[in-house]
């Protein structure tokens, strides 16, 4: 670990060797061909951690070849004995949680207390895949005609491509690469370059767990070269599906290229969730649930609310009331600190663009609440020690329709609270996007309830919730937020295809 780390961290690792900067292909740890690496930093100081290797086009077709060659074995694997094998891998998991969790903090600045509970959420994926696997059922159709007698059956597709994004290192992967090895396939993941250690370290578990060499192959790469992955990943014919997470403009570009040869795809996109209160609704309540919704790990998971629309006979209250929650809930301070729930931004770059939200908010007539106005715009003030990606959260009360965070995901904890008046004006302006991942509403009319479900438009919609992802769901979107759906049920079928097999009497 010495030779790995650049830092010193508050933390002592009871399993060092966790920590590895190498990719996993074929069953061998490997560094680039070339012997490239490249930098993972520290979001609480923007220090460098450590060297990743940094794989390319070539590594990436050996990884794909090293997964198709297992595949050929591993297909026959019977459901009991891939059942096991994530039975097998949960468990070590679980009791490497801590350590998963240290590795999450270092590579993504969440708190310690936040990133345990990121692990317990990427097993809660692989004990559910488990569990699934032996009620992977096929069906019997009665024939229109004839003596035949017709049965399908769900068989594995081979060669998965996984790229996961970097604001929940380990469930994202789990979630992911877990159900398509559970449904017999093999995998090539291409962790996100701001997170590639929890990816690692995931799969050091997998192959203790006795996964067999080729069935997971880790490709790590900077963000120079992952364009060069993603070209090999949707060209090679030898890949049957890719599942990508991320930003709606790259995965329109995935999903195009994959198109080509007709691979199927997964697609969870990006999101602009809106958040309605209504004027009936339980005030505590619902502020209690855009908390949940909005500032979960800084504002940073694509199902966020990011438009928050409240009728305008409660504003004022509601305003009042979300401030009051919000000073008493979130403490700040190292990220190391288990009493610790509010961490930085993941970059710079996240910094900026939330602030230049802000600024064109605040100059098209928009105010932060009357508590937050003796704070500087970028939030920091009180909290300069909190390092340079620190962004308190900031409630900004009228804002409007016209304003630059309608438009485009916030992705951090900046909540523009927007006046409506009626039903029909909240449910045309939560709509009024491309973007079709999660929306939020609080009202306790039962009736507004199902008629408010039903017409908005999104894959998710929580009803006087703020929390709707869980591992028994199907999570996904519509529109411009993707393809496809991940968790529960329906989430091996996604990596199998319907054999229908006809029998002559």
């Keep these: 670990m010495a030779d790995i780390l650049l830092k010193k961290i508050p933390y002592t690792f009871k399993d060092p060797s966790l920590l590895d900067t190498r990719s996993f292909i074929g069953g061998k740890w490997v560094d680039a061909s070339n012997g490239d690496k490249f930098a993972v930093l ?6 460098q951690i450590c060297h990743v290797a940094d794989l390319g086009r070539d590594e990436t077709r050996q990884a794909i070849e090293a997964a198709r060659s297992a595949f050929t074995k591993y297909r026959k694997t019977t459901a009991r004995d891939r059942r096991w094998l994530m039975r097998r891998w949960a468990d070590l998991i679980k009791e490497a949680k801590d350590d998963l969790a240290a590795i999450c903090t270092l590579e993504l600045g969440k708190p310690y207390t936040e990133s ?5 959420y990427g097993t809660d994926f692989l004990d559910w895949f488990e569990g699934a696997i032996e009620r992977q ?6 024939a229109a005609k004839g003596e035949n007698r017709i049965f399908t059956i769900r068989q594995p597709q081979g060669v998965v491509a996984a790229i996961t994004p970097w604001n929940s290192p380990v469930a994202m992967v789990t979630r992911k690469v877990g159900a398509a090895i559970a449904a017999g396939n093999t995998v090539v993941c291409k962790p ?5 250690l929890c990816a690692i370290a995931v799969a050091k578990l997998f192959e203790r767990a006795g996964g067999p060499p080729g069935v997971l192959n880790i490709v790590t790469s900077s963000t120079e070269k992952s364009k060069l992955v993603g070209e090999e990943m949707t060209q090679n ?3 049957k599906h890719l599942s990508f997470t991320g930003s709606t403009a790259v995965g329109r570009y995935l999903h195009a ?18 958040f309605i209160v209504f004027e009936d609704a339980n005030l505590e309540k619902a502020a209690e649930g855009l908390i949940s919704s909005k500032f979960r790990s800084s504002g940073q998971t694509c199902v966020c609310a990011n438009r928050i629309f409240v009728h305008r006979s409660v504003m004022d209250r509601f305003a009042t009331v979300l401030a009051t929650k919000l000073a008493s809930t979130f403490r700040y301070g190292s990220v190391w600190d288990k009493n610790v729930n509010f961490g930085p931004l993941y970059s710079a770059r996240a910094f900026d663009k939330i602030h230049a939200q802000l600024d064109d908010a605040l100059a098209h007539g928009a105010k932060l609440h009357a508590d937050q106005t003796d704070q500087s715009q970028t ?15 900031r409630i900004i009360t009228h804002a409007t329709k016209d304003m630059r965070f309608m438009r485009e995901e916030t992705f951090g904890p900046l909540a523009f609270l927007v006046p409506f008046e009626t039903d029909d004006e909240a449910i045309a302006l939560a709509n009024g996007t491309s973007a079709g991942l999660a929306s939020y509403f609080f009202t306790e009319n039962i009736s507004r309830v199902w008629h408010v479900s039903e017409e908005l438009e999104s894959g998710m919609v929580g009803v006087r919730v703020g929390l709707i992802s869980a591992c028994e769901q199907p ?4 529109k411009d937020s993707g393809v496809g759906r991940e968790g529960g049920k329906d989430a091996l079928d996604e990596y199998t295809e319907i054999k229908s097999i006809t029998v002559g009497i």
């Design 42 to 47: 520290d979001p609480s100081d923007n220090e």
């Design 116 to 120: 345990l509970v990121t692990v317990k």
């Design 137 to 142: 059922y096929g069906e019997t159709i009665p």
């Design 192 to 196: 996100a370059p701001e997170t590639p």
């Design 237 to 239: 014919p030898l890949v």
């Design 257 to 274: 290229e994959c198109a080509k040869s007709f691979k199927k795809t997964s697609m969870e996109l990006g999101g602009n969730a809106p």
């Design 379 to 393: 939030g920091q003030v009180g909290h300069n020690d909190l390092g340079p990606n620190f962004y308190a959260p």
């Design 475 to 478: 999570f996904g979107g519509i």
